[in-house]
Structure formats: C-alpha cells, structure tokens
C-alpha cells in the first residue's frame, strides 16, 4: 500500500519488516520477516531529543549549555493480538504465542548470519521508520492457560 492509498483514505496496517543491514535494503533471510499487526494503534509515541554538555568556567556563572548531539529517535507501539477468533472468523486462526513467536523473529531474535538482532523497517500509513528494536514487552490479559 503506497502513499497514494493513505491519500485516498485506504487503511494501512502497521507493518514490521527484517532486514540484515541498517538501510534496509538486504531482507533477512529468517524464515519470517514481515509481521503485519490485526489491528493497527490508536496511538503511538514518537521520542526525539538532544544531549548538551555543560561547559563550567571556574568562576562563572550559568554559562549555556552547549549542544552535543541529536539523539536517536525512537518509537513505541501498543497493539492487540487476538486469539479468540471472534474478529474475523474467517481469516486463519493463528494461536497468540505463535503470533508473538512470529513478532519477536522479526524485530528481536538474534540472527546468527548477522550476529545481530534485525534491522527493522516499521511502516504505517505514510509513517516509514528505520531502526532497531531496544525492548518488546508483552502483556497477556483475558487467556486461557
């Protein structure tokens, strides 16, 4: 789905791709690499910030920071996985641990070619984002053992 889709209003589920190198060009080679979300969203948190160092002068006062760097952007996510079929009865039931499985072979496994965990692509709508995943917490509610 391309930017012209989102124009037109056509919905766009978030989407995690692997890849082996930082621009994302060279697709892992694990045996998932794309993990679409059932439902997209309702929000998500975009982070950006600067580090500054302080440059004292003896004898000075309150002398401005000095800017240091830009600091990786960074994302966080919160979507739903189901496993009671009741959505979309028709499409394949796939059990929640598996689709967990799946999500962790695309953004946080270690990739024994690579000796990394992939690079991942995120895409949403007209959002592209390039990066690594720093941590996936997982929050099980309403499950049966």
């Known amino acids: 789905m391309g930017t012209a889709d989102v124009a037109l209003g056509k919905l766009a589920k978030l989407k995690f791709m692997a890849f082996q190198d930082p621009d994302c060009t060279k697709k892992s080679l694990l045996p998932v690499n794309v993990f679409e979300v059932m439902f997209n969203p309702n929000t998500f948190t975009q982070k950006y910030g600067a580090s500054y160092v302080q440059e ?26 189901d496993g009671t079929g009741a959505i979309n009865p028709e499409d394949k039931f796939i059990p929640v ?17 690579t000796h990394r965990p992939n690079y991942i692509m995120v895409a949403y709508g007209v ?12 929050t099980h509610t309403l499950f049966n053992p």
């Open 56 to 81: 004292a002068t003896p004898g000075s006062n309150g002398q401005p920071n000095k800017f240091f760097r830009n600091n990786p952007q960074s994302m966080d996510f919160k979507f739903t996985l």
């Open 97 to 113: 641990n598996v689709r967990i499985e799946q999500l962790k072979m695309v953004i946080y496994n270690f990739d024994g070619s």
């Open 127 to 138: 959002l592209l984002f390039k990066g690594s995943c720093t941590n996936l917490d997982v």
